[in-house]
């Protein structure tokens, strides 16, 4: 079964400094998908970068990249010069299965909440 | 990204009455939605994938009875709470993927506070 694991509730970061949030997931499918989320205090989930098993290069989006180790079975979420808006819950998560399918749960960790100090 | 619109966006209402969520996919034609429940500072959980035209598929442990879902088109699906009690309230969002590209994004839509008194 796919498993995805946050292991920081909650991060604190300087404004305009980098920020490193960790994912590690679990899964027997060698095609899967990975995908960062951002929710702020609103609510609504936003989609920040995505990351296929089988992309050479990591992804990224902007200010946000996504540091994808494989054989560690890793997936994690920079964001760089961070800005007060930055502050939020992030959700790492996670699809089995070729990503053009339209199969596959997408399961979540279990957030890390980002706090970004003037 | 594309847009997901979820209305309501808060409701409250008394213990044993219904209530109704919608989902609308506004640019997209959402194959497959999902619907989703989040309790404060938690991870989202499953419920239930739907498919347009086609029986929902529930989480173990979600009563089918209780969330009726419903995706009669490709850009609307609902999800209603039938004799809502207190433990019902929580937070309801609703996600829709279509044939976005091969990444197969899913886009959220705002979610619902849903409180029973």
């Known amino acids: 079964a796919q498993k995805i694991t946050q292991t920081q509730p909650g991060m604190f970061v300087q404004e305009k400094e980098a920020v490193t949030l960790d994912c590690t997931y679990d899964t027997s499918d060698p095609s899967y998908g990975l995908f960062w989320y951002k929710q702020p205090s609103s609510g609504e989930m936003i989609f920040l970068i995505y990351q296929g098993s089988y992309d050479q290069q990591n992804a990224t989006e902007g200010r946000y990249s996504l540091n994808f180790q494989k054989a560690r079975k890793s997936a994690n979420l920079v964001i760089s010069a961070s800005q007060l808006g930055d502050s939020a819950m992030y959700f790492c998560?996670?699809?089995?299965?070729?990503?053009?399918?339209?199969?596959?749960?997408?399961?979540f960790g279990q957030g890390t909440e980002l706090s970004v100090k003037p | 990204g594309a847009v997901v619109s979820q209305h309501p966006s808060w409701v409250i209402c008394k213990s044993g009455t219904s209530v109704k969520i919608e989902c609308r996919s506004l640019d997209f034609q959402a194959t497959t939605m999902f619907w989703y429940r989040q309790f404060p500072k938690q991870s989202l959980m499953l419920m239930a994938t739907?498919?347009?035209?086609?029986?929902?598929?529930?989480e173990q442990g979600v009563e089918k009875d209780k969330f009726l879902i419903n995706h009669a088109s490709l850009t609307l699906s609902t999800l209603t709470v039938t004799s809502a009690h207190p433990e019902d309230s929580s937070f309801y969002i609703c996600s829709a993927r279509g044939l976005a590209g091969l990444k197969n994004i899913q886009y959220f839509g705002a979610g619902t506070r849903l409180s029973v008194l």
């Open positions: 739907s498919n347009e035209g086609s029986k929902a598929t529930y």
């Open positions: 998560a996670m699809r089995e299965g070729p990503i053009y399918n339209q199969g596959g749960k997408l399961i």
